[in-house]
């Protein structure tokens, strides 16, 4: 028994350590990232483990020989880990005020829902309700599908916010991330939609990109129906839900990112990219070890269906940060990063808001120490701050109340009705109560 305590306090201590330094060696990039999503996110509930199974393996003889005493030492250094990641998370909301203090009005911060504490992952909100599977586009099954999220009482016209999942441009659903965030805002009285996109390597960029111009096309032209205001929309996301958020941002209505629909508006009034990356040429590319670069040029060619030593012009295009002197510098952008991000490094944030703010931009960057990548995915003490100072920015950006008549509906962009005339298809699976409007075909 020593002997497997000695290894569980190792393990525990090792998965403390890659929570509290960021890694970026390929070879235990991923687990790494693991430990600090999970470890820095759930530290209450490690700790609990980690005194419970001493405990138990205590009471069967761990401390029998000099192996466990080591173990404990371990073990004595996961929990300070654990500790320290804790205190780190309760100085984020304190980041978020002091970055947005001269923004926002001071406020007062609500408590954590006690269910949000005891069950992380459990995402049903009974004063939000979800329509599920609306198709807004033709030709990609469940990939072209999204959800609406909103307050079961329903207000006057609304606000809208767009949630681009991440995954890499690989994985992902609308189901898994940006959760907690739109909850929130649905009962603060917004109307969020989550979409799919086209994945990889089936599909390859600037796919990507379309469908989520395609999204927020849909939005446009069919968020009335749902109390939505389509004159104010922002878009957010996390990850490679943050690259496509900034790309979004910075690429209004382009129209070679909006084949088929070139004439139909793509701007937003705000953006808040979460953990992004900016600079895809560094993103692939940046490993220090040969079998890394390789990798990741691997996995960039998944993406782009090249890699960055044969066309580093396609990456170029793909990145956000290339985009900026395009950009219309009217549109606030609200950068969000956490300093442990295994898989985006911090420094890419930091240069991006720095050329926003260089190409005059109106840009507030909150920079989170000890925050991992996807921090906000699940509720927890990041994902809490980070959600209220959100929403206090956007309180800045665009107003929840509104006056008067509900706005016209929109002109459908593809028959050039209005789009309250349009017959909403079924949505897939065949369910009438989930069904959407759809404006969009390809």
């Not at 100085?91 to 911060?109: M, T």
Request: glycine share 10%.
């Amino acid at each position: 028994m020593p002997t497997v305590f000695l290894v569980f306090g190792a393990f525990v201590a090792l998965l403390t350590v890659w929570g509290l330094v960021p890694v970026r060696s390929w070879a235990i990039l991923f687990p790494a990232f693991l430990a600090s999503f999970l470890g820095t996110g759930l530290a209450g509930w490690w700790l609990l483990f980690i005194v419970v199974t001493t405990v138990v393996l205590g009471a069967f003889g761990a401390f029998g020989s000099w192996l466990g005493w080591i173990g404990l030492v371990f073990v004595l250094v996961a929990v300070a880990g654990l500790v320290q990641q804790a205190l780190r998370a309760r100085r984020g909301a304190i980041e978020f005020d002091r970055v947005l203090a001269a923004r926002v009005a001071a406020r007062e911060r609500t408590r954590r829902r006690p269910r949000s504490v005891l069950l992380p992952w459990s995402m049903r909100d009974l004063e939000v309700e979800r329509t599920r599977n609306v198709r807004y586009a033709e030709g990609a099954g469940r990939r072209h599908l999204l959800d609406v999220y909103r307050a079961k009482v329903h207000g006057p016209p609304s606000p809208v916010l767009l949630q681009i999942h991440g995954g890499g441009w690989t994985v992902g659903t609308k189901n898994t991330q940006g959760r907690p965030l739109m909850n929130q805002l649905a009962r603060a009285g917004w109307v969020c939609v989550a979409a799919n996109y086209r994945l990889s390597p089936r599909a390859r960029w600037p796919a990507h990109l379309v469908d989520c111009k395609a999204a927020l096309a849909w939005v446009r032209a069919n968020i009335h129906e749902y109390g939505g205001d389509p004159t104010r929309i922002v878009v957010t996301g996390g990850s490679a839900g943050g690259h496509l958020t900034a790309m979004l941002a910075l690429t209004q209505n382009a129209p070679q990112y909006q084949p088929g629909f070139e004439d139909v508006d793509t701007s937003v009034i705000g953006a808040i990219p979460m953990y992004g990356a900016y600079d895809l040429v560094d993103i692939f590319t940046g490993f220090r070890s040969r079998l890394g670069r390789r990798i990741a040029g691997w996995m960039g060619a998944l993406v782009l269906g090249t890699t960055p030593q044969h066309d580093p012009g396609a990456f170029l295009d793909a990145s956000p940060m290339s985009h900026i002197d395009d950009r219309d510098a009217g549109t606030p952008f609200l950068v969000v990063h956490g300093t442990v991000d295994n898989l985006v490094p911090v420094e890419q944030a930091r240069r991006f808001a720095a050329q926003l703010r260089e190409a005059g931009a109106d840009v507030t960057y909150v920079e989170l120490a000890g925050a991992p990548h996807a921090f906000d995915v699940f509720h927890s003490t990041w994902e809490h701050a980070s959600t209220t100072g959100i929403e206090w920015w956007l309180s800045s950006v665009v107003s929840v109340a509104t006056s008067g008549p509900p706005p016209e509906p929109p002109v459908d962009p593809i028959s050039g009705d209005r789009s309250a005339d349009v017959a909403p298809s079924g949505s897939e699976g065949g369910d009438p109560a989930t069904s959407g409007p759809t404006t969009m075909a390809r």
